[in-house]
């Protein structure tokens, strides 16, 4: 039962701290006001495309930079359309598919199919300090990935921005715009860098993605993560705490996916007494598990089932 | 049958209602044209192997950017035009 936990636990962490990245990202966007952006999914792949090619060209840490760079100029993108105007959820859906599609080309150019995928070296990991030495749940916590470190950073930092400073306090002002405008705030410019911060911590979540345990790219790797990361957002109801808490529950169910793909099915529950069926079930069960069913005679039809169109008494009964 | 078999067509569905503007006949004409695009490309890479067929996404985002900003400019003048008769 421990070395599930443990390995549950290895897992979630592995898989949390690209939903926790992107997801914080999404919430700074969401309390400016500028509305939500459905791309993630592609930024996350465009980042971990930059991630792995960043990484392979000067070391891992500049694999997170070009994943953030990456990310930059999707934000910028997401940033300009919507203060033109145009439909939020068609710049969503475009940067989900160019995304995609714009990954895609550029590794099938790099890479083409046949020749040896791009391995690139993978982020370091750190011991938790103190449950490092636990006997066996400690063993998760002696190389917890770096990618987690960073988005538990992030989430600090950013519940600190937005309570208390005065960024923080306009961009959240921001959110109800005519106030916010009335009072002086120039609403555009936060709304574009909450879109600057949302697209940088996406892409960065994409390189963590690709960079922090695998160490290559795939097409369509982050099998829809991205949109993972707006259901976060949204149980966490924009809050840095719950966005952490959403992401950790994502990730576990995550997790247990994985883990139950490596057994067939469930030993202990099937020996356990609980599980197998007393003797004297309930009395329904009975008749059906007997060879011979009870002749109970089958009720006779007291009267015919009505068919539509209705029978004339009845449809005169409805008009009446 | 297969679990991908639907290829993202419902997704790509959803594109093809905003391209086509919610009406039936150019509807049509959208899936159409973003069904030649997934063939094209498909088409593309097999004549010259260099290019691969993720062009084809890689346009249709491009192609929806760009109906995007039509839809935005035709609203924004249609508002400019009833700002103007009041």
């Known amino acids: 039962m421990t070395e599930f936990v443990a390995l549950l636990l290895g897992s979630a962490f592995v898989s949390a701290a690209p939903l926790i990245m992107a997801g914080l990202g999404e919430m700074f966007l969401e309390r400016s006001g500028a509305g939500f952006n459905l791309g993630i999914e592609g930024i996350l792949l465009c980042g971990a495309l930059a991630g792995v090619l960043g990484s392979a060209a000067a070391g891992p840490w500049a694999g997170l930079v070009a994943g953030l760079l990456a990310g930059l100029v999707w934000g910028l993108l997401y940033a300009v359309c919507a203060a033109l105007g145009l439909d939020i959820v068609l710049i969503g859906i475009t940067i989900s598919i160019a995304g995609a599609g714009l990954s895609t080309y550029v590794f099938q150019v790099i890479a083409p199919t046949g020749r040896t995928n791009i391995s690139a070296p993978l982020l370091p990991t750190l011991p938790v300090p103190g449950l490092s030495d636990l006997p066996v749940l400690g063993a998760p916590f002696r190389a917890l990935g770096i990618g987690l470190w960073l988005a538990i950073g992030l989430a600090i930092v950013s519940a600190w921005i937005l309570r208390s400073t005065r960024f923080g306090l306009r961009l959240r002002a921001a959110d109800d715009g005519e106030t916010a405008a009335l009072r002086g705030i120039a609403i555009g410019r936060y709304r574009l860098a909450a879109a600057l911060i949302a697209g940088a911590l996406a892409g960065v979540a994409g390189a963590v993605l690709a960079v922090g345990t695998i160490g290559s790219f795939t097409p369509l790797m982050s099998g829809g993560r991205g949109f993972l990361v707006l259901a976060v957002v949204i149980i966490g109801r924009r809050t840095t705490r719950g966005v952490v808490a959403g992401a950790l529950l994502f990730a576990g169910m995550d997790g247990l996916a994985l883990l139950a793909q490596t057994r067939d099915r469930f030993p202990t529950l099937r020996r356990s007494p609980c599980c197998v069926p007393t003797r004297g079930g309930r009395p329904t069960d009975r008749p059906r598990s007997s060879p011979t069913p009870s002749p109970t005679p089958a009720r006779p039809p007291s009267r015919p089932i009505p068919r539509y169109p209705a029978p004339k008494r009845m449809r005169q009964s409805l008009t009446a | ?86």
């Open chain 2, 1 to 86: 049958m297969t679990p991908g078999v639907a290829g993202g067509i419902g997704f790509t569905g959803l594109v093809v209602a905003v391209l086509g503007r919610s009406r039936p006949v150019p509807i049509v004409v959208a899936g159409l044209i973003m069904a030649s695009l997934t063939t094209g490309s498909n088409g593309i890479q097999l004549l010259s192997p260099g290019t691969p067929a993720s062009i084809g996404a890689v346009t249709q985002g491009v192609l929806l950017l760009a109906v995007a900003m039509a839809l935005a400019l035709t609203q924004r003048n249609r508002a400019r035009r009833g700002a103007a008769d009041d």
